[in-house]
């Protein structure tokens, strides 16, 4: 299992700067968010992710751990962010959780259908908020062994 100093990092596709704020705070309080890096709209996410634009002298090997996704995007939507890193060989594995504050059916399963590995829910509260994300970043960065961690 990693340590916080061993652990990889997140990027988080959030649009809100409330939710972001928030997020951020929550993974701050347990030292999840050593590298983070935050992008605020579906096109900034598939840009920063296959080093374009903005992000060309990116490193394309160093791909986060986990992506949290929200669905609610301008310029491209979280669905479409998902469906072309799906659709990709460097990011067809890549872990996405998409963490929206939707609770429409048919986000959910359009977000599994699309290749979401978890579908979590923002509460409105902020301590269920940050509760929430803290479960998140302490199960993708410290007890998930993705496909591409060496050794």
């Known amino acids: ?43 900034e996410a598939l840009n920063y992710l296959f080093c374009k634009a903005a992000y060309a002298d990116r490193h394309p090997a160093h791909l986060p751990s986990v992506v949290l996704l929200d669905l609610k995007l301008p310029k491209v939507d979280g669905l479409e962010v998902l469906r072309r890193l799906r659709a990709d060989a460097r990011t067809k594995v890549l872990p996405v959780v998409v963490l929206t504050s939707s609770d429409e059916p048919r986000d959910v399963i359009e977000s599994y259908q699309a290749g979401a590995n978890s579908y979590v829910r923002k509460p409105v509260e902020f301590e269920q908020f940050a509760e929430a994300v803290q479960q998140v970043g302490l199960y993708w960065l410290l007890v998930n062994k993705p496909p591409h961690t060496r050794g």
Not at 4 to 26: C, F, K, Q, W, Y
């Open 1 to 43: 299992m990693s340590t916080p100093d061993t652990m990889g990092s997140i990027l988080l596709v959030e649009d809100n700067p409330h939710d972001e704020a928030l997020t951020l705070r929550a993974l701050q309080k347990r030292h999840l968010a050593s590298d983070i890096a935050v992008v605020r709209d579906g096109a």
